[in-house]
């Protein structure tokens, strides 16, 4: 069984930073593409960006680019999502995903693994 954990959000004011974690339980953690995705109130879910599971590939979504940086420690079996530069239309609960392949995507429906979430608020 795949279990997700992510820690690290909390409240920040903007143009501050936090590290998202998301640490992965099951097996072959390399094997796989992870993702962040995050939602706002009332809002769906969006992409944020993904990583393959060498590291090697990368996507993020234009509203992040060259704010938040995606990586992973595959000895550690853990993502991170580095975010700088936060701006109160950042405030979301953040969810780490897993893909379903070694390739990366932007679409919930490659990930079929999910974390519980982590909420980040950013003060104006």
């Known amino acids: 069984q795949v279990q997700l954990v992510e820690s690290g959000g909390g409240l920040v004011q903007a143009g501050g930073s936090l590290r998202l974690s998301c640490a992965a339980s099951?097996?072959?953690?390399?094997?796989?593409?992870m993702g962040w995705f995050r939602q706002a109130p009332g809002k769906e879910r969006d992409f944020v960006a993904a990583?393959?599971?060498?590291?090697?590939?990368?996507y993020y979504a234009d509203s992040v680019k060259g704010r938040f940086t995606i990586s992973r420690d595959n000895a550690k079996d853990t993502v991170y999502l580095q975010m700088n530069d936060l701006k109160p239309e950042d405030t979301a609960v953040y969810y780490c995903?897993?893909?379903?392949?070694?390739?990366?995507?932007?679409?919930?429906?490659?990930?079929?693994?999910w974390g519980q979430g982590t909420q980040v608020t950013v003060s104006s």
């Open positions: 995903a897993r893909a379903g392949t070694g390739f990366i995507g932007r679409m919930m429906s490659e990930f079929d693994y």
């Open positions: 990583i393959s599971r060498s590291g090697g590939t990368i």
């Open positions: 099951g097996r072959a953690f390399d094997n796989y593409a």
